[in-house]
């Protein structure tokens, strides 16, 4: 379930980064920095907190996580968002064809799962 609701919070993510490409463009091509593999997010057991965690990874040409700063804290939640997204890979964004650093925003929802959702 928690997985679950961090790859749908991805997934809108890059769905909307992917609508803005138009191929009729003449300019620059930029594809988007790509999710190889991600890794299982966690509720903390000694937090009570709910709500969403924002970060701005920054991933360099190599596709290694350069990066990280946190756009939307919540204190108690951060740490294991910060953790769970050290442990992805990337496939860096590309500019006509070459790899190129680029900086992208990534949300964790965390829902208690100690306590019934109302």
């Known amino acids: ?11 809108a993510l890059f769905a909307s980064l992917s609508l803005a490409q138009r191929p009729e463009e003449t300019g620059p091509r930029l594809e988007p920095v790509e999710i190889v593999s991600t890794a299982e997010l966690y509720y903390p057991i000694t937090s009570v907190a709910f709500g969403t965690v924002v970060l701005q990874v ?11 700063k946190v756009i939307k804290d919540i204190k108690s939640l951060t740490p294991e968002a910060v953790k769970c997204v050290k442990q992805w890979k990337f496939r860096p964004a590309r500019l006509d064809g070459k790899p190129v650093r680029s900086t992208i925003a990534v949300a964790f929802t965390f829902i208690n799962p100690y306590r019934p959702y109302l």
């Open 1 to 11: 379930m928690r997985r679950l609701i961090g790859t749908l919070a991805l997934l």
């Open 58 to 68: 920054t991933v360099d040409s190599s596709g290694a996580i350069e990066d990280i």
